[in-house]
């Protein structure tokens, strides 16, 4: 059996391979999230290699056919990815599933909490080390200049002026900055992030009706990528 060293050893082995390959690639990899509610697309940030290589080789294994979005908050997030939701009945209790090992914090103060941002969940461990599998998209809110500067107050890193103003006229959650890995981004469908947040939920916002989810990758072309859904890459 595999410890949890091994494991993660593996992750960045495979985390290595493919930072050396991308660094000349004019391509890219989409991730495509499928639910009853509609279809995102997003892309992973090279600026966060470990984790980026993991959620793309959990997709690529499936991992993630099949779970649940269990813990929906209308406003803050949508989380997913607890191995323990998958054929869960009504009453479990889903939120404490992991797949063996953590993946160590990629902070990076170009990436923030912006609606749509994929992030990585975590427990309380001081490191911040990330879950191996369970995440979170941000649908947030828009943010006036007043509420804004008692949210940047409470994050863990000083936000910048374009921050604030992607914070006041797209949203997102501000004071989550620095305290939880930021590692994609959805490029299409953030709609599907309103209807998920705000379906109904139970006192534990779990949604009343499951939204399972199934997930691909695909390699595509930079240019094609930013032609399609607008997303612009750094020179």
């Not at 990436?111 to 992030?119: D, P």
Request: overall charge positive; glycine content about 8%.
């Amino acid at each position: 059996m595999k410890t949890k060293n091994s494991i993660l050893l593996a992750v960045i082995c495979l985390f290595s391979l493919q930072v050396s390959a991308q660094k000349k690639s004019k391509k890219d990899e989409v991730v495509t999230i499928t639910t009853s509610m509609g279809t995102m697309k997003l892309i992973l940030f090279d600026e966060t290699p470990k984790h980026k290589a993991n959620f793309i080789k959990l997709v690529n294994d499936k991992f993630y056919d099949d779970l649940l979005f269990h813990r929906v908050i209308d406003d803050f997030m949508i989380q997913g990815g607890d191995p323990n939701s998958k054929n869960a009945k009504p009453d479990d209790f889903l939120g404490k599933g992991d797949n063996g090992y953590k993946i160590p914090a990629e902070f990076n103060p170009k990436l923030f909490h912006q609606k749509g941002a994929l992030a990585a969940a975590r427990d309380n461990n001081p490191a911040k080390e990330s879950s191996g599998c369970q995440f979170y998209i941000v649908q947030g809110r828009k943010w006036g200049k007043l509420d804004l500067e008692k949210q940047a107050a409470r994050a863990a890193r000083k936000l910048t002026d374009d921050q604030k103003k992607v914070y006041e006229t797209i949203g997102g959650t501000p004071h989550l900055d620095g305290a939880y890995t930021v590692f994609g981004q959805v490029i299409d469908g953030m709609e599907v992030i309103d209807k998920i947040g705000a379906v109904e939920k139970d006192e534990r916002d779990r949604p009343e009706k499951d939204v399972s989810m199934k997930m691909s990758v695909k390699k595509m072309k930079k240019k094609k990528i930013t032609k399609k859904y607008g997303w612009k890459y750094e020179a």
